[in-house]
């Protein structure tokens, strides 16, 4: 849980030096009082209990982690721009194993690229554009062979729409390819799935296609100081109830 945090300010834990020399060389002065009856000198009643020694301690150890600053790196890549948006449309008697293993070889292959998935037919699978691509070969796995006569046009529009900057790329793995021509709007790329070998020809529109490399990584912090606060105040606040129910001014 701790790991990877470290202080912006490590030098302010000398600070915890100064408040230590403090209670050893500084201790507190006030006027004697003076009271008739001495007896209730020396009595337990008065005497600090150790919570409060910890409450104090505790504030004040936490307060100056607080200021150390803790925080945690975290690194984004930026792309920049580009990289395609794919929709994946999967006719249902084209589904075996070999089949989705090559699917799964080229969706590694596009780790930058949104990918979505649609299977036609009266059960059909619509998965939209997600960059979770562990999930979608999940779901890939178990999507069950069939047989379906009607290609339906496929809602292409509804897996862009939210797409606007990223290039649009549609692929059809079909066993007739050529009867989806006139689904799909202009100003859409579409790749067809040749008679032949299946794992050949990804390899040439994967090649055909380049992967978007990230182009930067920005690095950012996560901060941590608002726990040891937050813990520093509640100890604080223990310390000056056990001081107000002492007596201690």
Known sequence: MLEGIYFQFPKLGFLLFFF?????????????????NTAHFGES??????????SKWGMISLFIVALMSPVKDKEIMYHGGGGYDILLILEPA?????????????????????????????SGVSI?????????????A?????????????PVSRFFNASQERAKWVIVISRDSQKSLASFPEGIETSYSP???????????????????????????????????????????????????????
């Not at 230590?20 to 008739?36: D, I, M, V, W």
């Not at 069950?144 to 046009?153: L, Q």
């Not at 794992?199 to 920005?218: G, Y």
């Open 20 to 36: 230590l020399a403090c209670e050893t060389l500084c201790p507190l002065r006030s006027n004697a009082l003076y009271f008739p």
């Open 45 to 54: 009643g008065v005497k600090p209990l150790w919570w409060m020694w910890l």
């Open 94 to 122: 084209m589904i075996d194993r070999n089949v989705i293993a090559q699917v799964e070889q080229f969706i590694d292959k596009r780790p930058n690229d949104g990918i979505g998935l649609w299977v036609p037919g009266a």
């Open 128 to 140: 939209p554009l997600t960059y979770e691509h562990d999930v979608l070969k999940s779901i890939l």
């Open 142 to 154: 178990q999507i069950p062979s069939g047989h379906d006569e009607a290609f339906i046009r496929p």
């Open 195 to 249: 008679e032949g070998n299946l794992s050949l020809w990804f390899e040439s529109i994967h090649r055909n296609h380049p992967a978007l490399i990230p182009q930067q990584e920005h690095r950012y912090v996560d901060y941590f100081y608002i726990y040891p606060l937050f813990f520093g105040f509640m100890a604080m606040l223990s310390y000056l109830y056990g001081r107000n129910q002492k007596g201690l001014k």
